[in-house]
């Protein structure tokens, strides 16, 4: 008992770094960025908002830990990153969706701690169809760029039988 008293005494003089680094932000209309910021930033971006108890050990280096593998699943900071990866970016839309739909995100541990957290139906829905926007929009893309690079279609490629 005594010696769990010394490890509480001396956890309240280590702190884990809270400091953020820059961002390589996502694009997102601002309805739907505003959603993302409410409900998913401060696990999901290099722009966490820490509450006083996040400096309250023991819990200190759980809350960082979540963090931590939040941003290593997914963060909206470094966007770029994902976008410049092919296929990353829609695998990352992918999962979001997916995890939106099943009620998986956000945690209910966070939102029972943030209720602003708590997303609504018409929330997840703008969500989703931001998602699919920027997906049609990919494929358009790619579509376009391989018409200006000289390639055909397979339908105008072979003679039709």
């Known amino acids: 008992m005594l010696v769990a008293g010394a490890i509480l005494v001396a956890a309240e003089f280590v702190h884990p770094a809270f400091a953020d680094p820059p961002t ?23 722009q966490t908002r820490w509450p006083w108890y996040s400096r309250v050990p023991p819990i200190s280096f759980w809350i960082r830990r979540e963090v931590d593998e939040g941003r290593q699943r997914l963060n909206f900071s470094a966007w770029t990153d994902y976008a410049s990866d092919p296929g990353s970016e829609d695998q ?10 099943s009620g998986a ?11 602003d957290a708590r997303l609504s139906d018409s929330e997840r829905a703008a969500i989703t169809r931001w998602i699919a926007d920027e997906k049609s929009a990919d494929e358009k893309s790619a579509g376009e760029k391989s018409s200006h690079s000289g390639a055909r279609d397979a339908s105008s490629k072979w003679p039709a039988r």
């Open 105 to 115: 995100m956000p945690p209910w541990y966070y939102a029972a701690m943030h209720p």
């Open 92 to 101: 990352k839309l992918d999962e979001i969706a997916r995890l939106l739909k």
């Open 24 to 46: 390589r932000e996502l694009t997102a209309p601002a309805p739907v960025r505003r959603i993302l910021e409410r409900g998913c930033y401060d696990c999901h971006s290099d």
